[in-house]
């Protein structure tokens, strides 16, 4: 039986819920983690609307959370030689806290993947090479784009040296096993075992850099268990901690996953690449709007924009516009500080960690081309 909704908009970058004419709920302060609330059969031109994205909360820091003890971690295998894993026995002891839970059933909705395209419309602008950025900023497009065209001030180099710091603020961000076009009620998408949260993702992008003979320090510290709120607080403490002991990290990135819902279906981002299918990323660089203590924010954004064309060149599809929005995600750490949202909640464990693999590969070209040794 048909029931006529009010005009619905998908929201994602935040785990919210939008309803025309309804309150916005905060899915993850309201709701229980990974339950989603039941609404009636959405029409079919909601699902061909294209998402907006808004800020996320950002909940004070407890100050109960103490950073990960830096060292490095044994690396027996000659390809991970330049990887330098991070974790206090604190997160370890927590990782099979929650388990990994996501039963093969359609009690909860459907998933309906969805390929985000090349968008049309004055917030979107076209880099020089390829890709977009999203501009909710008083920024004209004409300016962000001379911007584009700088290169990042970063001192990279390509010897083994930490350059690059991974971490997770949302790390028990999880995703669905299978393809089913269903999940179920009950799913929780959230999980601290780490092959199958965002440190499984993690871990692909390090690999890849490792490859390239990129030093990187990848934090598999949980921020966000047992409690959900303050985790920012907690990564900033984690990134201070480890920039302090690596001062020649110049690029931190905060690996996440999105969620793209409207409370009953779960929009999951894909793209075929080389004949396999990936989840699509989403590159978020937070402008200062002048209030916000961001006095890095264009190097950020010439850095996104770098990664951004180097990842659509080398992977036709596999970006979706750069969310260029006033938002700080602890991006006034660094200078290389970017937020990376790898799919949904509707994506596959396999095709996130492609997806990590592919953002790996891509970064490992920008770095090498920002070097002056490009490939």
């Not at 090349?118 to 977009?132: H, R, T, V, Y």
């Not at 999203?134 to 004209?140: E, L, S, V």
């Not at 979706?320 to 970017?338: A, E, H, M, T, V």
Request: glycine letters at 8%; proline letters at 5%.
């Amino acid at each position: 039986m048909n029931r006529k909704l009010k005009t619905a908009v998908l929201l994602c970058g935040t785990g919210t819920i939008l309803l025309a004419g309804r309150k916005v709920v905060p899915v993850m302060q309201h709701t229980q983690i990974g339950v989603m609330p039941q609404l009636p059969e959405v029409p079919a031109a909601v699902l061909s609307a294209e998402p907006t994205e808004i800020p996320e909360k950002k909940a004070a820091d407890s100050g109960s959370y103490v950073p990960p003890e830096v060292h490095a971690e044994n690396n027996s295998d000659e390809q991970n030689a330049n990887i330098i894993n991070i974790e206090s026995e604190g997160s370890k002891a927590m990782w099979y806290s929650r388990l990994y839970r996501c039963p093969d059933t359609d009690t909860g909705g459907k998933i309906v993947d969805r390929h985000f395209s090349s968008q049309k419309g004055d917030i979107f602008l076209n880099l020089p090479l390829a890709g977009q950025v999203r501009n909710g900023t008083f920024w004209k497009n004409s300016d962000l784009l001379e911007e584009s065209k700088k290169a990042p001030s970063l001192d990279l180099r390509i010897d083994g040296t930490p350059m690059v710091l991974i971490y997770h603020t949302h790390t028990t961000e999880s995703f669905v096993a299978e393809k089913t076009g269903a999940y179920d009620s009950s799913c929780i998408f959230r999980t601290t075992e780490p092959d199958k949260d965002m440190v499984m993702v993690g871990d692909a992008i390090a690999e890849q850099l490792s490859a390239a003979g990129i030093g990187v320090v990848h934090s598999r510290e949980i921020h966000d268990y047992p409690v959900w709120s303050g985790a920012y607080g907690n990564s900033a403490k984690t990134i201070r901690s480890v920039l302090e002991q690596y001062p020649s990290i110049c690029i931190a990135l905060d690996i996440h996953r999105d969620a793209i819902s409207d409370g009953s279906t779960v929009i999951a981002p894909v793209c075929t690449i080389n004949g396999k299918q990936s989840a699509q990323i989403m590159i978020i660089s937070g402008c200062d709007n002048g209030s916000m203590g961001m006095p890095n924010y264009l190097e950020n954004f010439r850095f996104a924009s770098a990664l951004q064309q180097n990842a659509e060149s080398m992977f036709p599809g596999f970006t979706r516009p750069i969310l260029f929005s006033y938002r700080k995600y602890n991006q006034d750490l660094s200078k290389g500080g970017l937020l990376i949202e790898v799919g949904s909640q509707g994506n596959t464990l396999e095709e996130a960690r492609y997806a990590g693999e592919l953002v790996g590969k891509s970064l490992s070209e920008t770095i090498r081309k920002l070097c002056g040794e490009a490939s």
